[in-house]
């Protein structure tokens, strides 16, 4: 630094002044570099950080999207096999078998199961009135099982299967949802639970109107 440093300062030479202010202004230029470097790896994570926030506002949105859409379907789901059993047209035995496989299909769909059937029982001799089953059906529970709930229970579980039991029984019968191979993340919705115990006691009431056997029949008092 010939320019800036002409003379010796006090007892330190001119060379040994230029060393020190080469090396005080290496070592500024390197902490200029260090900070530098310091403030873009804290901009690249912020960045990152936005990125990951981001991706996760659009994943929400995406899953909850997902989830509404999820809703409006069961509530359709309910809203028809609810309206559709209040149509008098259809609860008739013409009619009979279309209804209970819409109650199977709907159970199905609501569980995502891979097998569903919906069995008629006289609790007192343990005898199958009637029995609807979904198309690929493999699961097999005996009556006795099925009976062994009590009065206050409705849902109930064997293996792989849950059982939904309606709320009442007509002239000593009750009608079973069982469901084998379900969603586990779907069964333990609650919301779930009481829509199939909705479609349990749909298809009481129905095989209770379609056999004319209104007696003992609570629900059906109140229909008239």
Do not use: W
């Amino acid at each position: 630094m010939p320019d800036i440093v002409r003379t010796n300062f006090g007892v330190i030479s001119e060379s040994r002044l230029e060393e020190i202010l080469i090396f005080f202004m290496g070592a500024m230029a390197f902490a200029i570099f260090i900070k530098n470097e310091q403030q873009l790896i804290f901009h690249k994570k912020e960045k990152e950080k936005d990125k990951k926030k981001i991706e996760q506002t659009v994943k929400d949105l995406v899953e909850s999207y997902s989830y509404i859409g999820e809703v409006n379907r069961k509530m359709d789901l309910l809203m028809n096999t609810a309206l559709g059993l209040s149509d008098r047209s259809v609860l008739s035995k013409a009619h009979e078998k279309e209804t209970y496989q819409s109650i199977v299909s709907a159970t199905s769909f609501l569980l995502k199961a891979d097998s569903v059937s919906l069995r008629f029982i006289n609790i007192n001799d343990l005898k199958t009135k009637k029995e609807f089953r979904s198309e690929n059906n493999q699961g097999m529970i005996k009556n006795d099982v099925l009976i062994e709930m009590k009065d206050n229970v409705n849902v109930k579980k064997d293996n792989d299967c849950l059982i939904i039991s309606s709320g009442q029984k007509i002239n000593d019968i009750k009608s079973y949802l069982i469901i084998c191979g379900f969603d586990e993340k779907e069964e333990s919705n609650p919301k779930n639970i009481e829509i199939l115990k909705v479609f349990a006691s749909q298809a009481l009431f129905l095989y209770s109107y379609t056999h004319n056997e209104p007696k003992n029949c609570p629900p059906c008092e109140t229909k008239k």
